[in-house]
T-cell receptor, first 113, second 116 residues
Framework: DQQVKQNSPSLSVQEGRISILNCDYT??????FLWYKKYPAEGPTFLIS?????DKNEDGRFTVFLNKSAKHLSLHIVPSQPGDSAVYFC????????????FGGGTRLMVKP | DGGITQSPKYLFRKEGQNVTLSCEQN?????MYWYRQDPGQGLRLIYY???????QKGDIAEGYSVSREKKESFPLTVTSAQKNPTAFYLC???????????????FGPGTRLLVL
C-alpha cells in the first residue's frame, strides 16, 4: 500500500510558466515533507521541505504548500526554466519513525524552451 | 570538500555471485541509508543505520546485507539470494539530533547494478 503517491508520472510546461507538482499521502502520522529533484543516473538533491506546523514554505522560485486536512502537498516552480527538467520526488517522514523517509513514485517534469 | 561517494558507478554481477557496493561520507553524519530505485518507480529503503555497529532492515531487505563498522562507511552486499538485483542503488546520510524538524537526507551519486 503506497503511503505517498504522485499521481502524475509526467508534466510538460512551457518555459517561464508555473509548474505545479502534486503529492498525496495517507499516513496521518507524517509530519515532515520534502521535495527532491533527480537527474538521470545521479542521486536526488534536496530542494525544499515543510513541517506540518506550516502550510507554506518558500525558497526562491520554489514554494511548497501543505494541506493537512486533504493530506496533500504541492510544489510550485515559478518561473519554470529548462534546467528544471528532471524527476521530482516527494517524501514524507513521521515523528515516530526517526528520520525514515517514504518516497512517492516521482513526476518527470519537462520544461520546453 | 564534504560529500557522499559511492563506488563503483556501474557494477556487473554474475549468476550466484555476491557483490558489494561502497558508500562513504565525510559529513560526520550519524545515520546512513541504502535505497533501491527501479525504472519509473520511487526509492525503496533497503537498510539503515543510525549508529556504528547497529542497523535495521527497511522495506525490502531480503537478499541484502550491510555492515557499519565505521561512522563514515556503510557498504551494501547484494547476495545471490536477491533474485532481481538489477536496479539503481542510492546511499544517503543525515544528522540525527532528535530535533522536531527532521534532518534532511543527502544522497550519493548512485551505483547501477546489472546482471550478466
Amino acid at each position: 500500500d503506497q503511503q505517498v503517491k504522485q499521481n502524475s508520472p509526467s508534466l510538460s510546461v512551457q518555459e517561464g510558466r508555473i509548474s505545479i507538482l502534486n503529492c498525496d499521502y495517507t499516513n496521518s502520522m507524517f509530519d515532515y515533507f520534502l521535495w527532491y529533484k533527480k537527474y538521470p543516473a545521479e542521486g536526488p538533491t534536496f530542494l525544499i521541505s515543510i513541517s506540518s506546523i506550516k502550510d507554506k514554505n518558500e525558497d526562491g522560485r520554489f514554494t511548497v504548500f501543505l494541506n493537512k486536512s486533504a493530506k496533500h502537498l504541492s510544489l510550485h516552480i515559478v518561473p519554470s526554466q529548462p534546467g528544471d527538467s528532471a524527476v521530482y520526488f516527494c517524501a514524507a517522514s513521521a515523528n515516530n519513525a526517526g528520520n525514515m523517509l517514504t518516497f512517492g513514485g516521482g513526476t518527470r517534469l519537462m520544461v520546453k524552451p | 570538500d564534504g560529500g557522499i561517494t559511492q563506488s563503483p558507478k556501474y557494477l556487473f554481477r554474475k549468476e550466484g555471485q555476491n557483490v558489494t557496493l561502497s558508500c562513504e561520507q565525510n559529513l560526520n553524519h550519524d545515520a546512513m541509508y541504502w535505497y533501491r530505485q527501479d525504472p519509473g518507480q520511487g526509492l525503496r529503503l533497503i537498510y539503515y543505520s543510525q549508529i556504528v555497529n547497529d542497523f535495521q532492515k527497511g522495506d525490502i531487505a531480503e537478499g541484502y546485507s550491510v555492515s557499519r563498522e565505521k561512522k563514515e562507511s556503510f557498504p551494501l552486499t547484494v547476495t545471490s539470494a536477491q533474485k532481481n538485483p538489477t536496479a539503481f542503488y542510492l546511499c544517503a546520510s543525515s544528522i540525527l539530533d532528535g530535533s522536531p524538524q527532521r534532518e534532511t537526507q543527502y544522497f550519493g551519486p548512485g551505483t547501477r547494478l546489472l546482471v550478466l
